[in-house]
T-cell receptor
Framework: NAGVTQTPKFRILKIGQSMTLQCTQD?????MYWYRQDPGMGLKLIYY???????DKGEVPNGYNVSRSTTEDFPLRLELAAPSQTSVYFC????????????FGNGTRLTVT | AQSVAQPEDQVNVAEGNPLTVKCTYS??????LFWYVQYPNRGLQFLLK??????LVKGSYGFEAEFNKSQTSFHLKKPSALVSDSALYFC????????????FGKGTRLHILP
């Protein structure tokens, strides 16, 4: 059982380039999340989805886009990369319901120069 | 809006001593509270949760946490620290009125000194 899988693990982008961070889960979870982690800032919610075809903004959505065409996949798109988007990105999923913990991927480390 | 505060950036504890990592929260409804641990270059791992019932909840690796409604706190504890407990710990809250969003604190780095 793979859980939550994120690709790539590392990426270096030039300013203005675009890329998609991939996230897939095999636990049939309805809820999926994208967080970014910056030193001393904890995790900030970028976007989340409560099911296929439904997405919503989190705390820091600017500069990002998401889609949820299937239950399994929740890609995060950066259209015009900026140095402020240098961070570690984590995808997570959970069952619906208040008592369900999140299952995290191992993260994607992105550097924008 | 819901929020979580972890007032300590770092906590140092000698091996074998008890440890406490502090967390306070703010939500509009009843809180659902979680603790996660992060080891280097890994994603977060679930440790324990409080939903309802007993104020003292037990979780993985000998950790426990105490829910205090009047102080809006959910401190993580362990009676006897191990060097292997050294990691980054995150407190998180889910609002009962909006179970879709989970908000995390800034994290507390725990150093267990041999």
């Amino acid at each position: 059982n793979a859980g939550v899988t994120q690709t790539p693990k590392f990426r270096i982008l030039k300013i203005g380039q675009s890329m998609t961070l991939q996230c897939t889960q095999d636990m049939n979870h309805n809820y999926m999340y994208w967080y970014r982690q910056d030193p001393g800032m904890g995790l900030k919610l970028i976007y989340y989805s409560v099911g296929a075809g439904i997405t919503d903004k989190g705390e820091v959505p600017n500069g990002y886009n998401v889609s949820r065409s299937t239950t399994e996949d929740f890609p995060l798109r950066l259209e015009l990369a900026a140095p402020s988007q240098t961070s570690v990105y984590f995808c997570a999923s959970s069952n619906q319901g208040y008592n369900s913990p999140l299952h995290f991927g191992n993260g994607t480390r992105l550097t924008v120069t | 809006a819901q929020s979580v505060a972890q007032p300590e950036d770092q906590v140092n504890v000698a091996e074998g001593n008890p440890l406490t990592v502090k967390c306070t929260y703010s939500v509009s409804g009843n809180p659902y509270l979680f603790w996660y641990v992060q080891y280097p270059n890994r994603g977060l791992q679930f440790l324990l949760k409080y939903i309802t019932g007993d104020n003292l909840v037990k979780g993985s690796y000998g950790f426990e946490a105490e829910f205090n409604k009047s102080q809006t706190s959910f401190h993580l504890k362990k009676p006897s620290a191990l060097v292997s407990d050294s990691a980054l710990y995150f407190c998180a809250v889910r609002d009962m009125n909006r179970d879709d969003k989970i908000i995390f604190g800034k994290g507390t780095r725990l150093h267990i000194l041999p």
